[in-house]
């Protein structure tokens, strides 16, 4: 897996750190992504949209197909410019898509951004995730599928609480809403990353 992820042992090109292997903020915050990183992530985060899908094809399976493709352009598209655009992982110039455990090959179309996300990112962020999540929920109230509903409601309980307790505490990407990194850590990374630094200070 050489090339299907960043190389852990070279810092990003954000960092002012000179290798990987003496960072105290190493073992803290997840700056490179591996195999394992991508497949835990699959796994919390698939049971959802698996439920879902099943739930949807239950009902109508012609309403499937809108939602899949909202979501595909939203997780692929509209997210990554948004959210992702602002993650450090992003400013890799010479890699052209995504290698993070999130968004996965996702292109990067957009010019990397490391400051906070502005309020209208934000919005479209919610409302996309919003309109993703809330289309089973509907579906599945108005087609009587209480059992599916149920299990949807739960897998997206528990895809929070993992993520949350995980993932979202040591991601590197601050800008991001769900972004659980303590301060202190924050203020490490940023130390080491100084052109993050002046973009979240001129934000404020």
């Known amino acids: 897996m050489k ?15 000179t290798n990987c292997q003496s960072c105290v903020l190493k073992s803290q915050l997840y700056c490179h992504f591996n195999l394992w ?3 835990r992530f699959l796994g919390v985060a698939f049971p959802p949209f698996i439920l879902a899908g099943i739930g949807i094809t239950h009902v109508n399976a012609w309403l499937l197909i809108p939602w899949v ?6 997780f692929g598209l509209i997210e990554i410019r948004v959210m992702c655009s602002h993650c450090p992982h992003y400013a890799q110039p010479e ?9 996965y090959g996702s292109p990067k179309l957009w010019r990397y951004n490391p400051g906070p996300m502005s309020s209208s990112e934000k919005l479209v962020f919610f409302i996309g995730l919003g309109l993703i999540g809330g289309y089973p929920l509907v579906i599945l109230i108005f087609g009587r599928a209480w059992l ?11 895809m929070g609480t993992l993520m949350s307790r ?20 924050r203020e490490a990374f940023f130390n080491l990353n100084p052109i ?9």
């Open 196 to 204: 993050i630094d002046d973009a979240w200070k001129g934000a404020h």
């Open 69 to 74: 493709a909202f979501a595909l352009s939203y």
């Open 37 to 39: 990183g991508l497949l």
């Open 148 to 158: 599916l509903l149920t299990l949807y409601i739960l897998t997206i309980v528990g």
């Open 3 to 17: 090339y299907a992820f960043l190389d852990p042992n070279k810092p990003l090109i954000t960092c002012s750190f």
């Open 166 to 185: 995980t993932m979202c505490n040591h991601c590197m990407n601050f800008a991001c809403p769900f972004n659980q990194v303590e301060i202190n850590l």
């Open 95 to 103: 890699i052209k898509s995504l290698k993070c455990w999130a968004n």
